[in-house]
């Protein structure tokens, strides 16, 4: 069943007498799980009409590196692989999303397309229905409970949207079948740009190669789905307890499949159901990650700090002469040069790994606004790096948490030096908690 409510008509133009169906794929990247795929092969089945996937390959995709084309490149090599078995041709242009996607609709009845919640990403959304000259429909599958479903405003904090949104859950977690398409388009004629070898792929690319791929995590739904399923006979039980040890990797590692939709949250919370953990799990996936969503949505300002609430912005500015002991230029954060070596292991873990601990971001995040002269180029510092080396940077979930660390989504704390009163943490708090030492040690070891 795919719920009314993830479907929105973004274009009335009409459905035309054409080749095939076009499902522009361009946020939720996989053939499983996928909502928007689903949705278009219906259409398709029901016009009497192929269905054809269609993809832009964007070399300059904003802040993308050759670690994060890497990751894409491995799933989408799966993808393509697995619609293939399906009969449906995958169809990749070298161009922008939204050009690729406006080429393919000249030869399609209508277009379905997935959702993304980022600036660029609604403008090309925004750009296809102006321009498209038949019907183009948005299939919200990202997203447990669809975005305007959850909330019609921003939200205050996790507070706030948490029993909205636990209004709705059941509601949204439903199977999704996976029905034909009936008409193979695999005959039909296309010139595509093959991912069949990623690396290839990735050497045919001009894409920006200061960031080198890692192979701690490989992209693809297959392997997301065997890191959830290694979580939850693993460590699921026992993720309440053990998820903010940073030497422990309690976790369930979901967030880059997440922020390349190599998998579906809907079919992650399906399969953690009924386990226990499964409360504790589910306010991460669910109730965190769709705040974070709610913010980039609603909040035009999402990647500034323009952002945040009022007291968290006159308490930064009270402060804003305040003596700084440490301060250090982006070239020492980025060489993990501070004389803090928690904070040195957690960005090398961030390098080497291309992913660090919640627990450790948290602390990062805190360290880069305290040792940084300006608020304004603390946040802009913690983007750049996080997004740079990170896989699962670059999406809502990251502006939201880089806000949550200047006091968005959290409340006033006792007033300090520097951060006023947004919340500090502090190295000994780490020393307290956990074993932080072999958190430094096994990031050594990478
Ligand atoms: C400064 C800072 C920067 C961050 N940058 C990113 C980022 O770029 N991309 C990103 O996905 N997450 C980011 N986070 C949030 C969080 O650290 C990661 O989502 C989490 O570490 C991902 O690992 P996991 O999938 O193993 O998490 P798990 O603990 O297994 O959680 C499962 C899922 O729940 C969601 N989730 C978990 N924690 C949070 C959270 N705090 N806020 C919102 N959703 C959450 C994620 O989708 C995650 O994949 C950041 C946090 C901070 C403090």
Redesign the pocket.
Same mark, same amino acid.
């Given at each position: 069943m795919i719920h009314d409510r993830r479907v929105q008509t973004l274009s009335e133009a009409p459905v035309r007498e054409r080749e095939f169906v076009l499902y522009w794929m361009q946020a939720s990247q996989r053939a499983r799980f996928n909502h928007a795929l689903e949705y278009a092969a219906r259409k398709a089945d029901a016009l009497k009409v192929p269905l054809v996937v269609g993809f832009g390959l964007f070399a300059d995709y904003p802040e993308a590196n050759a670690r994060h084309f890497a990751f894409m490149l491995q799933g989408l090599a799966e993808t393509a692989a697995t619609l293939r078995e399906r009969g449906i041709n995958f169809v990749v242009r070298k161009s922008a999303p939204d050009d690729a996607a406006l080429e393919f609709s000249r030869r399609a009845c209508m277009v379905v397309c997935d959702r993304g919640y980022m600036r660029h990403q609604r403008r090309w959304r925004e750009r296809i229905a102006a321009e498209a000259d038949c019907r183009v429909v948005q299939v919200e599958s990202d997203v447990v409970v669809p975005v305007e479903v959850a909330s019609d405003k921003e939200e205050y904090a996790a507070r706030t949207i948490r029993p909205k949104l636990h209004r709705e859950i059941d509601s949204y977690l439903v199977d999704l079948e996976e029905t034909g398409p009936e008409r193979d388009s695999l005959d039909l004629r296309f010139n595509s740009a093959d991912l069949g070898d990623w690396r290839a792929a990735l050497d045919r690319i001009d894409v920006d190669r200061s960031v080198a791929p890692v192979e701690h995590y490989v992209g693809g739904t297959s392997e997301a789905e065997r890191l959830l399923d290694e979580?939850i006979d693993e460590r699921l039980a026992d993720y309440d307890e053990r998820?903010n040890e940073p030497a422990d990797e309690w976790?369930?590692?979901?967030?880059p499949y /997440?922020?390349f939709g190599q998998i579906a949250p809907v079919y992650i919370a399906s399969q953690v159901a009924g386990h226990k953990g499964e409360e504790a799990?589910l306010e991460? /996936?669910i109730v965190?990650?769709e /705040?974070?969503i709610n913010f980039c949505y609603y909040n035009e300002r999402y990647d500034s700090i323009e952002a945040l609430p009022d007291w968290a912005l006159t308490t930064l500015a009270e402060h804003a002469r305040d003596e700084r002991p440490h301060q250090y230029s982006a070239v020492e954060f980025e060489g993990a040069q501070t004389h803090d070596p928690y904070w040195n292991a957690a960005q090398m873990e961030m390098v080497l790994t291309g992913?660090?601990?919640?627990y450790m971001?948290?602390y990062?995040?805190k360290k880069i606004l305290e040792w940084t002269g300006d608020p304004g180029d603390a946040h802009a510092l913690?983007a750049w790096l #996080? #997004?740079r080396y990170?896989l699962?940077?670059?999406?809502p979930?990251?502006w939201? #948490?880089?806000a949550?660390?200047f006091g968005k989504h959290d409340r006033p704390w006792q007033e300090r030096e520097i951060v006023g009163k947004v919340r500090w943490m502090s190295a000994s708090g780490l020393e307290r908690k956990f074993d932080i030492d072999a958190y430094v040690e096994k990031v050594r070891r990478q």
């Open positions: 979580f998820r976790v369930s590692h979901m967030s /997440l922020h799990y991460e /996936l965190r990650r /705040l974070a992913k660090m601990h919640n971001r948290m990062w995040g913690i #996080n #997004n990170s699962d940077g670059r999406d979930v990251s939201g #948490n880089f949550w660390i």
